[in-house]
């Protein structure tokens, strides 16, 4: 036992590392599986994954982007046997749903560009949460993704244009 | 200031803004004094800035630790039973005649012990009678 002085240590140095970005895990995962208790779950699942091999991250220079990587390939996994399974994508009812959650200033705000963004394709939602949500810088948003820069910058020029003309839209008749 | 404005706006809608001067439009559609044409976009950045007020409030759970202690002991246990098994020889073997004579002897005991076995049977049957005799007396009532 006398060879694990530093067990102790290592447990919250590990929780306040995670502490530093669990609510951008979060916010990730919620913006694709929509449900709170999912996202909930997938934040549980990747930290838990992290601690198993938290001697590795040591190795990583970013640990953030890695847990980020992380919450992605969960969500997309967790999408992916969903479609398989025949399951309907529930499109949440996010009016009903920030409704419950104080602390929100402009929660009309809020709420209309969750719904706007639902419409995006998935790609554009991570990209557009990585970067106007998180501000990532867009190094780490191409580590995350897995894309060249570039690639990241011109769907992120999509997305922006599709939010910009959908409130435009919605701002000619008035609501 | 508007104009300049207008040239981040440009920028950001294709995707060139730096994360400063997303900033920058962020403050400028906090603020109060939004040019008309604009206003649509408000919902755009104020939107954005207020979504990082979502906070992750589960607390994480993570696997109870047993300690080192629980490792070592099953260690212990299943490096016991390797080394017990392989230790373990018979002293001598049996011979044939050995063997049939403590087959007898088990018989002879198990016999013995059924015999005892069935000592109580009997006194089922008067149990039996007891059960009758109480309902009898029973449906008379």
């Known amino acids: 036992m006398k060879n694990f002085p530093n067990k102790h240590l290592t447990e919250i140095e590990f929780l306040d590392t995670i502490d530093m970005f669990k609510d951008k895990l979060f916010r990730f995962a919620k913006r694709l599986l929509v449900s709170h208790e999912e996202a909930q779950d997938a934040v549980q699942e990747v930290v838990l994954k992290l601690w198993v091999q938290k001697e590795k991250m040591i190795n990583y220079r970013n640990i953030e982007a890695f847990a980020m990587t992380m919450t992605k390939n969960y969500c997309l996994d967790r999408l992916k046997s969903k479609q398989a399974g025949n399951l309907q994508l529930i499109h949440s009812n996010y009016w009903d749903q920030e409704r419950l959650e104080k602390k929100i200033e402009d929660r009309e705000s809020v709420m209309l560009l969750n719904r706007l963004m639902e419409d995006l394709p998935i790609q554009q939602q991570m990209i557009v949460q990585l970067r106007d949500v998180e501000q990532f810088d867009f190094k780490q948003i191409a580590e995350i993704m897995n894309m060249s820069q570039g690639a990241i910058r011109v769907a992120l020029s999509r997305a922006r244009n599709t939010l910009k003309k959908a409130l435009l839209k919605i701002h000619e008749y008035g609501t | ?141």
Request: net charge neutral; no cysteine; charged share 25%.
């Open chain 2, 1 to 141: 200031m508007e104009l300049n404005i207008q040239k981040l706006l440009d920028l950001y809608f294709d995707g060139k803004t730096t994360t400063h001067q997303d900033q920058q439009l962020r403050t400028y559609f906090l603020g109060n004094t939004i040019k008309e044409e604009w206003l649509p976009y408000k919902s755009l950045f104020v939107g954005f800035q207020s979504s990082i007020n979502e906070k992750y409030i589960q607390p994480i759970d993570l696997p109870k630790k047993r300690g080192y202690s629980f490792w070592w002991a099953s260690a212990a246990i299943i490096a016991f039973l390797i080394i017990g098994g392989n230790l373990y020889k018979p002293t001598h073997s049996y011979t044939e005649q050995e063997a049939h004579e403590s087959y007898a002897e088990f018989k002879e005991n198990v016999l013995l012990v059924s015999s005892h076995l069935n000592l109580g049977a009997d006194r089922v049957a008067h149990l039996e009678t007891f059960n009758k005799t109480t309902t009898k007396y029973l449906k008379k009532e």
